[in-house]
């Protein structure tokens, strides 16, 4: 039988709707909630409204239900697909892959590959490009897709620096990273995230100016000579420095593409305003 391979994310990867469209590729939204009201993540909410309920109500989030899940993946079986692979937000910072690989278990007529990215934001983002453009553009069959996907997650790294640690520790994702002190001096810590995909302090700098110069030496250093990359800088209303720091990148050659954009809903819920980050893609070659 023909593989009918379908990408299925969630709305963490910050690929907007247009990515989406253009490429065929399934989104699920986690959800943002009020006391009062929910919203589901970057279709009936904007960073913007966000931002300006924080001042009333710092609201709380949510991953997609199992019956939600499910909806997609039955909606995928009903249009002809005869497998799924579907890349979501690391499992150490939200159990949107717990859900889906309950439902992957449980549902039949179609085969599911639960992949746990360890990441988030556009490093989510890239893998599911990347998981695409296999469809798309290669003869690889399912599994061998699903291997060159696992072994991609090696050539992706997320860093981020936040203007607080305030909202990273009321939505519980402060992970590994330590902040008390070092929030009194100042010192910015610059977050990456482990193997465990979870997120912890890959250094420390005093300041905000210093935290962006570093993060900029972090990435330029990363880069090995001979390869070509793909560098991504997202923000938090935070536009001028980040915009900023991608004109820096721009200047560098091995630097192939760049992509500019804020990051969705839910990560501004756990972020605050004043994040600035960045992924380095290596380019297969």
Same mark, same amino acid.
């Given at each position: 039988?023909?593989?009918?391979?379908?990408?299925?994310?969630?709305?963490?990867? #910050?690929?907007?709707?247009?990515?989406?469209?253009?490429?065929?590729?399934? *989104?699920?939204?986690?959800?943002?909630?009020?006391?009062?009201?929910?919203?589901?993540?970057?279709?009936?909410?904007?960073?913007?409204?966000?931002?300006?309920?924080?001042?009333?109500?710092?609201?709380?989030? *949510?991953?997609?239900?199992?019956?939600? %899940?499910?909806?997609?993946?039955?909606?995928?079986?009903?249009?002809?697909?005869?497998?799924? %692979?579907?890349?979501?937000? *690391?499992?150490?910072?939200?159990?949107?892959?717990?859900?889906?690989?309950?439902?992957?278990?449980?549902?039949?007529?179609?085969?599911?590959?639960?992949?746990?990215?360890?990441?988030?934001?556009?490093?989510?983002?890239?893998?599911?490009?990347?998981?695409?453009?296999?469809?798309?553009?290669?003869?690889?069959?399912?599994?061998?897709?699903?291997?060159?996907?696992?072994?991609?997650?090696?050539?992706?790294?997320?860093?981020?620096?936040?203007?607080?640690?305030?909202?990273?520790?009321?939505?519980?994702?402060?992970?590994?990273? *330590?902040?008390? %002190?070092?929030?009194?001096?100042?010192?910015?810590?610059?977050?990456?995230? #482990?193997?465990?995909?979870?997120?912890?302090?890959?250094?420390?700098?005093?300041?905000?100016?210093?935290?962006?110069?570093?993060?900029?030496?972090?990435?330029?250093?990363?880069?090995?000579?001979?390869?070509?990359?793909?560098? #991504?800088?997202?923000?938090?209303?935070?536009?001028?420095?980040?915009?900023?720091?991608?004109?820096?990148?721009?200047?560098?050659?091995?630097?192939?593409?760049?992509?500019?954009?804020?990051?969705?809903?839910?990560?501004?819920?756990?972020?605050?305003?004043?994040?600035?980050?960045?992924?380095?893609?290596?380019?297969?070659?």
């Amino acid at each position: 039988m023909e593989e009918k391979i379908a990408i299925v994310t969630d709305s963490t990867s #910050d690929l907007t709707q247009s990515d989406l469209k253009a490429n065929g590729i399934e *989104s699920i939204p986690l959800k943002v909630i009020y006391n009062e009201q929910q919203f589901h993540d970057r279709v009936d909410i904007t960073p913007a409204e966000v931002y300006q309920s924080f001042e009333d109500e710092i609201p709380t989030t *949510s991953m997609p239900s199992p019956q939600e %899940i499910m909806d997609v993946y039955n909606n995928l079986k009903a249009a002809g697909y005869t497998h799924i %692979i579907s890349i979501h937000i *690391s499992s150490g910072l939200s159990a949107t892959y717990s859900n889906c690989m309950m439902v992957a278990e449980q549902i039949e007529g179609i085969e599911v590959a639960v992949v746990d990215s360890k990441m988030l934001s556009k490093g989510l983002g890239r893998l599911v490009l990347y998981a695409n453009s296999l469809v798309k553009e290669t003869e690889l069959n399912f599994a061998e897709i699903v291997n060159k996907i696992e072994a991609k997650k090696e050539k992706i790294e997320v860093f981020f620096v936040v203007k607080t640690l305030k909202y990273l520790k009321k939505g519980g994702r402060i992970g590994k990273v *330590s902040g008390t %002190i070092a929030e009194l001096l100042n010192i910015k810590p610059i977050i990456a995230i #482990d193997a465990e995909g979870e997120y912890f302090t890959f250094d420390k700098i005093r300041g905000r100016k210093r935290s962006l110069k570093k993060m900029y030496s972090i990435i330029k250093d990363k880069m090995t000579e001979g390869k070509e990359y793909v560098v #991504d800088v997202m923000n938090a209303a935070a536009e001028e420095e980040a915009q900023t720091l991608l004109a820096k990148f721009k200047k560098l050659t091995q630097i192939k593409e760049t992509y500019f954009s804020e990051i969705s809903p839910v990560m501004v819920v756990h972020t605050g305003p004043g994040l600035i980050g960045v992924v380095l893609t290596e380019i297969d070659q």
